[in-house]
């Protein structure tokens, strides 16, 4: 099994990374764990968990060393990842926080927080409220401290899958500076930088058989334990404040503009992952390889991809959007990741938007595999037994409204529960009237 090939240390923590959950451990731990055995410096990371403090408590006793494990068909491939060198936690280690940030070292702050971790209400504003319980303000701090001591800016980084990420970051802290430390706004808006970034590698959550199973493997018991798949992408902007590893010798593409390896992410990559989550578990599907391997979702995922998203792309020079689709098929069907589709179900209000909508409204043609997808969301909806989500309750109490175009109102009209960036026209409707028909009452699938 190899093991991190650098002075652990002897090494500063250059990163502050919000949300040290298993996809950040899969994906900008391993690339800081490349760069410095390929021989950077000074690029470990100091983790901080929001919410609990269960990735502490794994990680804490391992001195931040953990397992990653890449998984393809028969194979699995283990190493331990040296990059971390502490989990902090946000309701007990605010100062530590604030002083890492604040370190001379620290050159970025990045995030896995997920969608709803942004706290952006309805319109993209900053629903300031949700903010001060979040990464905000420990941030805001930390930048306060750097610039009273006359320290050079910061990069803050977003991983997470939203168009337009790092702009999306900056209007919103610019949002929580504006309402809280407006004394930062000049130094915030000259010496940081947000670069975009579309990150992509599938990350499905630790079972306990996944433990058992490593444990039986390696003869150690690894509580922080991360699976994943062998592949891995990461397209940042070249937008950095200061200092960064350098990560494109690691397979990092550093570029110019992310959007269009952003489109085709979210739309096809995520926007078929959602179909198929949806759709598979409403044909009573557990996992997406069972799901993509039903020839009907797989037919749907494939119009979804080629006949729906992709014409919404502007390519970038050699992008090439049929092998993208072939290779996302090929992603999908390896039975070896046992992805579940209840874990890419959750949270749909956050996730439909940029998956969905931004297609089916940059299509001027019709896009029946989309509506399918809506149709199996709102059948999801009000079976109710995977709900998961931050606006559970407004999507529940439209779920009770009597007929299906009711609630197709509710939920996508112009003041919808998720409206606004695109409504259904006449016949979308009855094309999902049409599809949720073939679903069957909540609770049976038929
Ligand atoms: C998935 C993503 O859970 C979900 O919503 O669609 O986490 C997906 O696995 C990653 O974006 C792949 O890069």
């Known amino acids: 099994m190899a093991c991190p090939a650098f002075d652990r240390g002897g090494q500063q923590v250059g990163i502050v990374h919000f949300g040290l959950g298993a996809f950040a451990r899969a994906h900008l ?4 764990d490349d760069a410095m055995a390929a021989g950077e410096r000074d690029w470990m990371i100091c983790g901080v968990s929001l919410r609990s403090d269960n990735v502490a408590r794994q990680m804490g006793p391992q001195d931040g060393l953990y397992t990653l494990s890449e998984r393809s068909g028969q194979e699995v491939r283990t190493r331990v990842i040296g990059s971390v060198r502490e989990v902090l936690v946000a309701g007990r280690d605010a100062q530590a926080i604030a002083a890492r940030i604040a370190s001379p070292a620290c050159h970025i702050v990045s995030f896995t927080v997920t969608e709803k971790g942004y706290c952006r209400a309805a319109d993209v504003a900053l629903d300031l409220e949700a903010a001060r319980a979040s990464f905000y303000p420990l941030l805001a701090t930390g930048m306060k401290l750097r610039m009273e001591a006359g320290l050079p800016g910061l990069t803050l980084l977003s991983c997470d899958n939203l168009p337009a990420n790092g702009a999306v970051l900056r209007y919103l802290m610019t949002q929580y500076l504006t309402a809280q430390a407006p004394e930062l706004l000049g130094w915030f808006a000259a010496e940081c ?4 970034a579309m990150v992509d590698r599938i990350v499905p959550a630790t079972r306990d058989a996944d433990l058992a199973g490593l444990e039986r493997r390696i003869g150690l018991r690894d509580e922080a334990a991360v699976f994943t798949e062998s592949f891995s992408q990461w397209v940042v902007e070249d ?3 200061g200092p960064r590893p350098r990560w494109e010798d690691c397979g990092v593409q550093i570029v110019a503009d992310v959007a269009p390896f952003e489109a085709a992410k979210l739309r096809m990559l995520n926007g078929a992952h ?3 989550a949806y759709a598979g578990l409403a044909a ?5 390889h069972q799901a993509v391997a039903d020839p009907a979702l797989r037919a749907l995922v494939q119009r979804l991809m080629l006949d729906e998203a992709a014409p919404t792309i502007a390519v970038a020079p050699a992008q090439d959007l049929a092998a993208y689709a072939r290779r996302l098929l090929q992603r999908f069907s390896d039975p070896a990741l046992n992805h579940r589709l209840a874990q890419i179900a959750m949270d749909g209000s956050q996730k439909i938007p940029q998956r969905w909508m931004e297609t089916l409204r940059e299509n001027s043609q019709p896009c ?11 059948w999801h909806i009000s079976d109710g037994r995977w709900l998961d989500d931050p606006l559970a309750d407004r999507l529940r109490d439209a779920a009770v409204e009597a007929d299906l175009r009711s609630r197709i109102g509710a939920i996508f009209g112009p003041d919808g529960i998720i409206g606004g960036s695109w409504s259904p026209s006449a016949q979308d409707i009855v094309t999902i009237e049409q599809a949720h028909a073939h679903m069957g009452t909540a609770g049976e699938v038929r």
């Not at 731990?29 to 800081?32: D, I, K, P, Q, Y």
């Open 368 to 378: 029946p595999a989309i509506l399918t997808g809506i149709a199996a969301w709102l």
């Open 239 to 241: 937008a950095f404040a």
């Open 29 to 32: 731990a391993a690339c800081c």
């Open 284 to 288: 009573g599907h557990e996992f997406v």
């Open 193 to 196: 930088s947000c670069p975009n």
């Open 274 to 276: 959602s179909l198929l």
